[in-house]
């Protein structure tokens, strides 16, 4: 009986530690997911503005020509 008992709750314990790992797992990978998403977005914000820079330099240069 006790071997019983003692093997339901060494299952349980197994099930919960699986789905801990689980969850940090995913916990990672959104991180890593998001300083991602971040990193790109930063980089297209830079281009946009080089390329507005540059269509509002040739606007003026054709204004003044």
């Excluded at 946009?48 to 003044?64: A, C, G, H, P, T």
């Amino acid at each position: 009986m006790k071997h019983i008992f003692l093997n339901k709750i060494l299952k349980n314990q197994k099930g919960a530690m699986d789905k801990i790992l689980v969850t940090l797992l995913l916990v990672v990978i959104a991180v890593g997911g998001l300083i991602g998403l971040e990193k790109w977005v930063k980089d297209q914000e830079d281009i946009l503005k080089q390329r507005s820079e540059n269509v509002i330099d040739d606007v003026m240069e054709e204004v003044k020509g």
